[in-house]
């Protein structure tokens, strides 16, 4: 079973996932609620709770990568888990990916708090 839960800081939208993304049910699921974001800027799939990952999960992040570029918006992977890293790699699917770290993602946020913040000045 898949939960997802999304945090919107001004143009950054940030989709949560927890548990598992192996069954077409959770896949939809996903799509659906990242192309629901597409008033962002950037969308980061946060991937540090996903505890499994099949071939139609990462297949779904190949089509959310491409509908984000077709949208301008620009398309992050933060966290990957071990699970979700070994699939990614095992497929060569890593590369086309713009993956995330921690350090990365506070730019992101801080960049995004600071552009929210003049907005509402």
């Not at 993304?21 to 969308?43: C, G, T």
């Not at 999960?57 to 190949?62: F, K, V």
Request: hydrophobic share 50%; charged share 20%.
């Amino acid at each position: 079973m898949l939960a997802i839960h999304v945090e919107n800081l001004g143009d950054l939208a940030v989709v949560e996932c927890k548990g598992r993304i192996v069954r077409s049910e959770s896949v939809f699921k996903l799509r659906d609620v990242v192309q629901a974001q597409a008033d962002a800027r950037i969308i980061a799939v946060d991937l540090s709770e996903v505890e499994a990952m099949g071939g139609g999960g990462l297949g779904m992040l190949t089509l959310l990568d491409r509908w984000a570029r077709q949208h301008d918006i620009q398309f992050k992977l933060f966290s990957p888990s071990r699970s979700v890293m070994e699939g990614l790699v095992g497929n060569r699917s890593i590369l086309n990916f713009e993956i995330v770290t921690f350090h990365g993602m506070m730019s992101i946020l801080a960049a995004s708090d600071r552009q929210y913040a003049s907005l509402a000045a």
